[in-house]
Every structure is written in structure tokens, then in C-alpha cells.
């Protein structure tokens, strides 16, 4: 709340459906003094008005109301459903993958883990293990390609990591799982982010696939995707993110 980006975001006043934030919320939000201020339209009902080429606004279906939101540059950072947005907007997509990853937690431990403990992350076997909250935050390291949103537990993957902190890190073992969650990370097609203006749409802007770094690397991801698009020259290593790499390597294999 409160980024501040004057060439991207101008003053609005919105009635927006917030309920991925609390049910059968609707609030009115006015930013002030061009403050971007989050909203929670459910990203499938959502589609970029761009005819020519060019932004002019965003459509959303929310319930049985349709609403337009007119505005000249669009940031599309989605997550998981960037490619439904696209697909939905008449621009091809690009080819994200949404992978589950599940990730599981202990209770405190006795005496409690220290959290300046080095974390152990044995990649070819699948599995990770950190200090967490004075416990253990684990991952057997799973990619399962599922749909948006598709944030279901698998019971294997509990029993795969049980497995395998028995057989790398016994000194942890049993381990007493107290949670257990699962979350998407979205890659894309050569597992880098995707950063900056589609040239596809003169006013679209992407930030996203960010792989699983999204509250990492969110801020400044989003503070040089507004360089870019503000006409900031790109660096060697903005190339390997831009979206037109992607497009290029889509229309090569077409022909």
C-alpha cells in the first residue's frame, strides 16, 4: 500500500469486490495523491481492454456486474493466472506453469532451534530444512504442475519428506509436523522472471514469474519494472527477464 509511481498510476476512485480478503467485503477505495492501493478482483474475471495495440482499460466481472476501469498502462502481475488474463485479452500466452510446493512445520523445539543455524537444502534428493519460529520449516522440494489457485495438499509428499530428514538428517528425526500447507510458485518457460513492458501492447507491464521469491524480491521487481517502462535502458540482466524474450523464442518456433 502507498507505492508511489506517478507515470503508472493515477488518482481513481474504485468499488471493487474484496472478497479474496474477507467474505461479501465491498469497500470504496480512493487512492490518494496517486497512491496505488491493492484491490482483489478474482483474476479469472479479469480481461485488459487493448484494442490496437494499445490499454485502455481493464474489464471485471464481479457477480452478476460487469465493470470498466479506464486507465493507459496496466500492471500485469497476477501470479498464476497471468496466463488466463492474457488468453482472455486476445494476446497469446506465454507458457507459465504453476507449480505446487508443499511445505511442512514443527512445534517449537526443546531446547529451540537457532535461527542463525545454517539451512540444509540437499537438491538432489528433494529436500529442505531451515530454522523456523523455534522449530523446523521443511520442504521435500515437489513441482506438480496445477491449475491457478489449485493449492490442495498431497499426503505422499508428507511421507516422502519424513523419508528423506530419516535418511539425510537423522539428528532431526522423528519430526513432529504441526503444519502443513501448500503454495504455487510460477515459473516460466526458462524458470526466469518476467519484468517489464510487453511489446506486444503498448501500456502493459509485467511483473511475474517470480519462481517462489514473490516476498523476496516483490518490491524491487516491481520498482524495475517501473523503470522499464518509464523508458529506463535496459541492462544486460534486465534482457534475460524482459517479456519480449519469451516472445521471441514463441515466434522462432512457430516457424
Not at 500492471?75 to 494476446?91: F, K, T, Y
Not at 523419508?163 to 504441526?178: H, K, M, S, V, W
Request: proline content about 11%; glycine content about 8%; charged content about 20%.
Amino acid at each position: 500500500r502507498g507505492c508511489r509511481s506517478p507515470s503508472l498510476v493515477k488518482p481513481l476512485a474504485l468499488r471493487v469486490n474484496t472478497r479474496a480478503f474477507s467474505p461479501a467485503v465491498t469497500d470504496t477505495l480512493s487512492p490518494p495523491n496517486n497512491a496505488l492501493t491493492p484491490t482483489a478482483l478474482p483474476a479469472p474475471c479479469v480481461r485488459i481492454s487493448a484494442p490496437h495495440q494499445r490499454v485502455q482499460g481493464v474489464e471485471a466481472t464481479v457477480g452478476s456486474r460487469n465493470e470498466s476501469f479506464f486507465t493507459g498502462q496496466v500492471v500485469l502481475a497476477a501470479g498464476a493466472w497471468l496466463d488466463q488474463i492474457l488468453e482472455a485479452s486476445g494476446l497469446e500466452p506465454v507458457g507459465l506453469k504453476p507449480l505446487r510446493r508443499h511445505l511442512f512445520q514443527t512445534a517449537p523445539a526443546s531446547p529451540p532451534s537457532d535461527p542463525a543455524t545454517p539451512f540444509y537444502w540437499q537438491e538432489s534428493a528433494g529436500v529442505y530444512v531451515r530454522a523456523e519460529s523455534g522449530g523446523w520449516l521443511a520442504s521435500p522440494c515437489d513441482e506438480m504442475l496445477r491449475s491457478p489457485g489449485d493449492e490442495s495438499l498431497d499426503p505422499r509428499q508428507e511421507d516422502l519428506l519424513l523419508e528423506r530428514i530419516a535418511g539425510y538428517i537423522p539428528a532431526l528425526d522423528p519430526f513432529p509436523i504441526q503444519r502443513r500447507w501448500a503454495g504455487l510458485r510460477v515459473m516460466s518457460p526458462d524458470r526466469a522472471a518476467i519484468l517489464g513492458p510487453d511489446p506486444r501492447c503498448d501500456g502493459l507491464v509485467w511483473v511475474g514469474a517470480l519462481g517462489g521469491h514473490g516476498v523476496t524480491c516483490a518490491w524491487p521487481a516491481a520498482q524495475r519494472a517501473l523503470a522499464l517502462a518509464s523508458g529506463s535502458p535496459p541492462s544486460n540482466a534486465d534482457t534475460l527477464r524482459l517479456p519480449a524474450r519469451l516472445l521471441e523464442r514463441m515466434a522462432a518456433a512457430a516457424l
